[in-house]
């Protein structure tokens, strides 16, 4: 299993942007679709986004599509989630899933992302 470490996570004002980071420990990201997950205080994890491994497809949830961007660099071998124009009920821990050869096709399923990191909070507040 690829291990991953999110970071960029921390307190926001509401309209305001965060970019949160997504890398594996060892491996090349590039071979795996990545999904962006959260959880809300007393929630069920939801998907956030996803990117898949092969053309760069994206996939939003209705929530978030045309405030965040989910980008990746395959030669920092990090993904990105830019988070723009905030709103407090995106406050939750945020974590990125990897999935191996992954298309995006079964995002938001969490069941076929093989790999987690272990999470960062994100908090939308005056």
């Known amino acids: 299993q690829v291990q991953l470490v999110e970071s960029g996570g921390g307190l926001v004002q509401p309209g305001g942007s965060l970019t949160l980071s997504c890398a594996p420990s060892?491996?090349?990201?590039?071979?795996?679709?990545v999904g962006w997950f959260r959880q809300a205080p007393g929630k069920e994890r939801e998907g956030v986004s996803c990117?898949?491994?092969?053309?760069?497809?994206?996939r939003y949830d209705d929530s978030v599509k045309d405030r965040f961007t989910i980008s990746r660099d395959n030669e920092k071998n990090t993904v990105y989630l830019q988070m723009n124009s905030l709103k407090p009920e995106d406050t939750a821990v945020y974590y990125c899933?990897?999935?191996?050869?992954?298309?995006?096709?079964?995002?938001?399923?969490?069941?076929?992302?093989?790999?987690w990191g272990q999470g960062t909070r994100v908090t939308v507040s005056s």
């Open positions: 899933a990897a999935d191996l050869w992954g298309d995006c096709s079964t995002w938001p399923q969490a069941s076929e992302f093989e790999s």
């Open positions: 060892r491996w090349t990201l590039g071979y795996y679709a």
């Open positions: 990117i898949s491994s092969t053309d760069g497809t994206t």
